[in-house]
């Protein structure tokens, strides 16, 4: 993989750390702990530290059930944070997690770096203003909306039924202008699929792999690993680890996480276990 985001360029495997700046009041880890932008930008020079490669800025909860928010109240908890952190030569990529065309322009304006799209890119306006941008773009995959996509999780074969859907939402995006070089692929765990499709989707992204696009998961503190473990969000930490782990042995180049430093150690030891490979592996 050669992807550059904003100033970085990403080479090889991996693993490389997105870390999750939530300003917003109710995101199901940390919500209402970073709403004030210097709180926010805090937060995020603290994942820098912690050995985030790049963080990603969210002002809308993209929880199960969680309702719309206004792009007027979105731009008013992202920009300010964007500007902070560019006043202060932040030194690592931004990204904006958007649906919103007009929140991911003006978010790009202010210095923001990519645009991390949990609706695949399907606004109207936006696969556009990533084309025209040249910006790189997560493509996640999910049915439905944060509002209803619990309903939606229905699957004969979900490891297949997601490559095709990312596949389909891919080509919709290249006929926008978008470049597939430019593109992450996110198959959305816990975006409209229960705890048996999230598993599924970690033992088969090989599958996805053959998409040809780089793959960012983001399994941090989901409820597939309450469901497996029984633990509440606040002790899904070594769930957590055990998920990036077998995202980096299955070829994941991006994870985002919540927790930077433990998921960073975790990560770093499955890539050294990939990176020597099996006994008479070519």
């Known amino acids: 993989m050669q992807l550059r985001i904003g100033e970085r360029l990403f ?36 994942l820098a530290a ?10 809308e909860s993209t929880r ?4 719309p928010v206004p792009a007027e109240e979105e731009l008013r908890r992202v920009l300010p944070v964007v500007e902070r952190l ?36 399907s606004a109207p306006g936006m696969a556009e203003l990533v084309a025209s941008r040249k910006v790189p773009a997560v493509l996640m995959h999910m049915r439905g909306t944060p509002a209803d ?22 080509s919709r995006a290249e006929r926008a202008g978008v470049r597939r070089g430019q593109v992450i692929l996110d198959p959305g765990l816990g975006f409209a699929k229960n705890a048996e499709h999230n598993l599924a989707i970690l033992a088969g992204l090989p599958r996805l792999r ?10 941090s503190r989901k409820s597939f690993i309450g469901k497996v473990t029984g633990a509440p969000v606040e002790a899904r930490l070594p769930g957590t680890l055990a998920a990036v782990t077998a995202c980096v042995l299955a070829g994941a180049e991006f994870v985002r996480v ?11 030891v499955a890539a050294a276990i990939r990176d020597i490979g099996l006994p008479g592996q070519a």
């Open 11 to 46: 080479e090889g495997p991996g693993p490389f750390l997105m870390g999750i700046v939530n300003a917003t009041p109710d995101s199901f880890v940390d919500g209402g702990r970073h709403t004030d932008p210097a709180a926010a930008a805090e937060h995020a020079l603290s």
């Open 149 to 170: 996509m619990a309903s939606r999780a229905v699957y004969e074969d979900v490891v297949a039924e997601v490559a095709a859907e990312l596949e389909a939402a891919l």
């Open 258 to 268: 919540h927790d930077v430093a433990a998921a960073r150690q975790a990560a770093l």
């Open 86 to 121: 560019r006043a202060r030569r932040f030194p690592l990529p931004i990204s904006v997690d958007t649906a919103k065309p007009e929140v991911a322009r003006a978010a790009l304006d202010a210095g923001a770096d990519l645009v991390n799209d949990v609706q695949g890119l």
């Open 50 to 59: 912690q050995g985030a490669d790049l963080i990603d800025l969210g002002g």
């Open 64 to 67: 199960p059930g969680a309702a």
């Open 210 to 219: 053959a998409l040809g696009c780089p793959l960012l998961l983001g399994p």
